[in-house]
């Protein structure tokens, strides 16, 4: 069966009424036919039908052996480090999402859990920066920002030799392009605030385990931690999961027709993009995934935070603002927004500019946003002629 005809009947018939659509149960708990005897459900923080469901349909659609939703996509993290004890290690890729970062350094450092970044597009380097500590080798394939990709299959490999879990951030491309359980990863996580979900109008976590010990070790945190999905946001997610495949494949479409736009154009210095026979790990990309997605990074010919502001300031179509996946497009500048948790000095060497600026390509004409673009690099640079022609001819 396909793909898109498998998500889309993946979601189930209500058995009880015959809806079509999933019922919401907005309930905070379930009566007892007696003392511990119930229908499957007793208090709505420990399971409700609804979230249930949206379980199901992705641990389907990840194929793996149990799935929890979290009330954000840092929640579904904090479950996931929450596997691990003091004294334990993290590999991570050094370009992560601030917002990890954050918590690895601010919040799980202090309990004795410490994290090695590395640049994880060479199963060398996480090959080589592997403990007796190490617990964990946490990837994002791609990356945020830089869409850095990793061979998830070959640092499965290392994992499974060295007895380390691995997670994958699947949140960039999502089960419809990627499934890294089958390249044999033992965790994934998504933001389904992005693109599972898809219409920037919830925030969502999911966590999908390759087997049913994880799966339940991450229910119990899930419980016991108390960070669900509600019921109202688990509809609305399930929603947008059916028409996930076809969002994605024109969000893939739309992104590399730009990216081919912006490869050469003057004010632009490099574009970051899976899609492009020029990224190192294109081929890897090619091999591990159905779709290069719809995020875009490039950095500008003059690598400043003032000529980044310029350019997200100026744009029309593309609105700024934080996250990424929605059908409208966006643009953000990790420096000042997204990464600005992370040190300069070590958020330069993780290669993300001072005027790194990401796109998220929505659904509208894609020539509509190649110009929306280009006239915002063409006003970044008339501004700097203006402030040029200003300190030479009035200040002096």
């Not at 960070?227 to 969002?247: M, N, Y």
């Not at 020029?278 to 997605?293: C, E, L, V």
């Not at 958020?347 to 001072?354: E, H, T």
Request: glycine share 6%.
């Amino acid at each position: 069966m396909n793909s898109a005809t498998q998500l889309i009947h993946s979601i189930p018939i209500d058995p009880l009424t015959g809806s079509i659509s999933v019922p919401i149960y907005q309930t905070s708990t379930f009566v007892q036919e007696a003392p511990g005897i119930n229908k499957g459900y007793d208090y709505a923080r420990s399971n409700n039908p609804t979230r249930a469901t949206l379980e199901n349909i992705i641990t389907k659609l990840e194929g793996g052996a149990g799935a929890s939703a979290f009330a954000s996509g840092l929640a579904a993290i904090d479950a996931v480090i929450k596997l691990l004890a003091s004294g334990d290690e993290i590999i991570a890729v050094d370009d992560i999402y601030g917002g990890a970062f954050r918590l690895f350094s601010k919040i799980y450092q202090k309990f004795g859990i410490n994290v090695k970044y590395v640049d994880t597009s060479n199963p060398q380097n996480v090959a080589d920066a592997i403990s007796p500590k190490t617990k964990l080798i946490w990837l994002e394939s791609p990356s945020n920002p830089t869409l850095k990709i990793s061979d998830i299959q070959s640092i499965a490999t290392i994992a499974q030799e060295q007895n380390v879990l691995l997670c994958v951030d699947n949140t960039f491309a999502s089960p419809a392009l990627q499934q890294p359980i089958r390249l044999g990863a033992d965790l994934v996580v998504h933001s389904a605030t992005k693109y599972i979900a898809g219409h920037s109008d919830l925030i969502a976590g999911l966590v999908v385990s390759k087997t049913k010990a994880l799966a339940e070790q991450i229910q119990f945190i899930q419980n016991a931690s108390g960070a669900i999905l509600g019921p109202q946001d688990s509809f609305l997610t399930i929603r947008g999961v059916e028409t996930l495949h076809l969002r994605i494949k024109q969000h893939c479409i739309n992104a590399q027709t730009l990216a081919e736009a912006l490869y050469n154009n003057p004010a632009i210095d490099k574009v970051f993009y899976p899609g492009l026979v020029t990224h190192p790990n294109h081929k890897i990309a090619a091999k591990q995934q159905s779709g290069f997605g719809g995020i875009i990074s490039f950095t500008l010919k003059e690598d400043t935070v003032e000529a980044a502001k310029n350019v997200v300031c100026n744009t029309q179509l593309f609105k700024l603002a934080e996250s990424l996946g929605g059908v409208k497009s966006l643009i953000s500048h990790a420096a000042t927004m997204t990464h600005k948790t992370i040190p300069d000095n070590q958020r330069r060497a993780a290669g993300v500019a001072d005027s790194l600026i990401r796109l998220s390509v929505g659904l509208e004409d894609v020539k509509d946003l190649i110009e929306d673009i280009e006239q915002a690099l063409k006003s970044n640079q008339t501004k700097n002629l203006a402030q040029l022609y200003e300190e030479i001819f009035v200040t002096n």
